[in-house]
DNA sequence: CAGTGGTCTAGACCACACT
DNA sequence: GTGTGGTCTAGACCACTGC
């Protein structure tokens, strides 16, 4: 690790005065950001993953030549962001989505009473999985070129026998070449594990887009509801490590028997 | 400033001891999390004010006789929960809906291109204000007794001409006495910035609980859409400082050119 | 200039988990 | 016991603000 990390004092003042010269903002990070960094990296590299326990801070602190405390501070930032995971007595882990004590974690549904593992896993069903040329407004929402090879996945998924959500999934034909149906279809489990374990793809965040719609003929029959019928929809970009958005996901959800729930502060 | 403070050393051994005993949890949190629940008293009783400046973290470090590391790693803390607000050279400054980046900041209503801000500020008119005693449902989500005093606004929120969203407005009698439709009406700014300053109520996080619904006559009239639209119902919760329910709010959003805009991690 | 929050260090000790 | 993360301290210096 012959990384060359920037103390402030090193650099300072010459950088102000030079990115002056340039009309740059001062772009110089405190020193434990860029240990944030550093670890960012091992971890969009797959140095360490997801599940994994990676080096103590002490060791950390050896290899980037800074004080434990340095890179407690970069390490509590990474898992304020829910990349990694501390635990105390035994070390800091890669975040995974599974064995997380939520199931879903970036679904928000909730039923009108209780909360969602009362109500058992979610059943599901596969109704189509194919792959395709891009059109230009999904491959403009995963970072591709229109045409690119995609993968279309479409399910329902029920809860207490009733269906409650309808989405289509699409994925970059690149990261997730040799996805099937048959492949989806014999996993238990959560999306999201399956892709970190299979292909090496960490969901990190999402942003959703939220309206309220009619249920057209298709929808409505494949939720068992009236045409016309208001449904959520709830558009989803997953991101991975860099911000890359690894997955477009549009939902239905039926509201009747569940609400979406948020937390602002 | 008298204020007893339970050293870790001095109290951890004993303590759990003491809890076995008696069969509590050991309840002892770190010198920090006692400092925490120290400011966020003098922020409850309004030692400072919203928009005020509180002590300095020297100042703070006498006060409780902690280092000023403790002191940090408290308001650090609170900082996160967007109750303080920190800057650099000045100081740290109880957290206020004036004077915030975002003029709504539990609004989470997003054009379908540009911002909020983009739109200018929200055109509003009051439906209706009056007093009432609350209704059983009202009630419990208020933390009241049914029959207690509460206050209902109603009011449309326009966005460049197009009314966008309906919502009804209840709150507890008691803090909000003297509370008037003329008050509000007259009132330039966000409803939070008034029940800071005129009530001295600061909403600190919510929750909200989204679906979609379709439009009765009374709601499509209003915003001028068809019965039976799809709208996004959104119900809102709001809590002061100790989880305490101050406000409850039933919005109906249209969703043609708006958008609810959610981040998940 | 002095005062504020922000960063960095070094060292001590505590709480927890495994062996 | 050993090693991990968690807390607490004291002191140094930096960056920003306003006098």
């Given amino acids: 690790m012959a990384t060359t990390l920037f103390s402030l004092t090193d ?3 010459s950088d102000h005065e030079a990115s002056a010269a340039v009309g ?3 772009a110089f990070s405190p020193l434990y950001q860029q240990i944030k ?14 599940g994994e326990l ?27 962001e829910n990349l990694v995971m501390r635990r105390q007595g035994k070390g800091t882990f890669v975040a995974t989505h599974a064995e997380q004590q939520v199931q879903y974690r970036f679904l928000r ?20 999985c194919k ?28 809860f207490q026998g009733a269906p409650t959500i309808l989405e289509d999934v699409w994925l970059p034909g690149g990261p997730f070449k ?19 374990t299979e292909f090496g793809v960490r ?28 449904l959520l929809s709830v558009e989803r970009t997953a991101y991975t490590y860099n911000d890359l958005p690894m997955e477009l996901r549009r939902g239905l959800y039926c509201t009747d028997k569940h609400y979406y729930k948020n937390e602002l502060s």
């Fill in 11 to 13: 650099t300072a003042a």
């Fill in 203 to 230: 969901m990190v965040r999402a942003e959703e887009k939220i309206r309220a719609v009619a249920a057209d003929a298709a929808s409505a029959e494949l939720l068992g509801v009236r045409v016309g019928e208001p």
């Fill in 109 to 128: 549904l909730m039923p009108n009473s209780g909360d969602l593992r009362s109500e058992g896993p979610a059943e599901r069903q596969i109704i189509d």
């Fill in 37 to 50: 960094v550093l670890i960012l990296k091992s971890l969009q590299t797959g140095e360490w993953k997801p």
């Fill in 131 to 158: 792959r395709l040329r891009a059109p230009a407004d999904i491959a403009r929402s995963l970072a591709l070129r229109a045409g690119d090879a995609v993968l279309q996945l479409r399910r329902v998924l029920a």
């Fill in 178 to 196: 040799g996805l099937t149906a048959e492949r989806l279809a014999s996993y238990r489990g959560p999306m999201y594990v399956l892709f970190e």
């Fill in 54 to 80: 990676i080096p103590s801070e002490m060791e950390l602190a050896v290899r980037f030549r800074v004080s434990q405390g340095t890179v407690r501070k970069a390490i509590d930032e990474l898992a304020a």
């Fill in 24 to 26: 740059l903002a001062p």
